[in-house]
């Protein structure tokens, strides 16, 4: 189900974040897990956020018709996808219940930036060092060393998943459901050909991101 909602890729050449994306980044953060739909349309709509919400089986919800909704013996959730303008990003935003609960809450969230490239997606400027190769458990310090430059550059998609607001943690580990966040990187490499797609996971004790998949991928396969 959590794969419903994030995937994005980037061009040949990649710059730094525009101040539009920069500005994205900054909005998208103000979502936090746990909001209730009323909460996440007043941050989105401001003061007319109430001519947005209509109620559906006792729950309140969006207008908007939501791509995708399903009930269980153990989950209730909808989605919705709001995309930036020209499309340049999507935000996507899960909302979770049991399916006795009459609230929905904010479970899982995700920004994607499209590119203008054959990936179609934002891509990092940095490039694996020659010789050098990812590893899994690398965190963003060790990573950054195998990569030109200072930094890890742009990511092409940022989520964060907490069920944690509308279930126990037995529950919680009933489903397979849980709490993380992630990033996922587009790096060029000493092939103009080829990309490396990096997956990383937030690790909360050591409080970093750390390397748990990667891929080498073709820089004209389609992601966006």
Not at 180 to 193: A, E, L, Q
Request: hydrophobic fraction near 30%.
């Amino acid at each position: 189900m959590l794969t419903l909602a994030t995937s994005i890729v980037f061009s040949g050449t990649a710059n730094a974040a525009t101040t539009q994306e920069k500005q994205v980044t900054t909005a998208f953060a103000k979502y936090k897990t746990g909001m209730t739909i009323a909460e996440f349309a007043k941050q989105r709509y401001g003061k007319t956020y109430k001519k947005h919400l209509t109620k559906k089986n006792g729950r309140t919800i969006l207008k908007e018709k939501s791509p995708k909704e399903e009930t269980s013996k153990d989950l209730d959730f909808v989605f919705y996808f709001i995309p930036g303008k020209q499309e340049k990003n999507y935000m996507t935003f899960l909302f979770a219940a049991k399916p006795k609960d009459k609230v929905y809450r904010l479970a899982l969230r995700s920004l994607e930036f499209s590119g203008e490239n054959p990936m179609g997606v934002r891509q990092s400027d940095k490039q694996l060092k020659r010789g050098k190769q990812v590893e899994y458990d690398m965190t963003e310090q060790q990573l950054d060393k195998v990569l030109t430059g200072k930094g890890l550059g742009d990511w092409m998609t940022w989520s964060t998943t907490d069920f944690s607001h509308s279930f126990s943690k037995q529950e919680l580990k009933k489903m397979g459901l849980g709490e993380g966040k992630t990033k996922v990187y587009i790096f060029r490499t000493n092939h103009s050909n080829k990309r490396l797609q990096v997956h990383m996971t937030f690790d909360s004790k050591k409080k970093t991101y750390r390397v748990d998949w990667m891929e080498n991928i073709s820089s004209t396969q389609v992601l966006y």
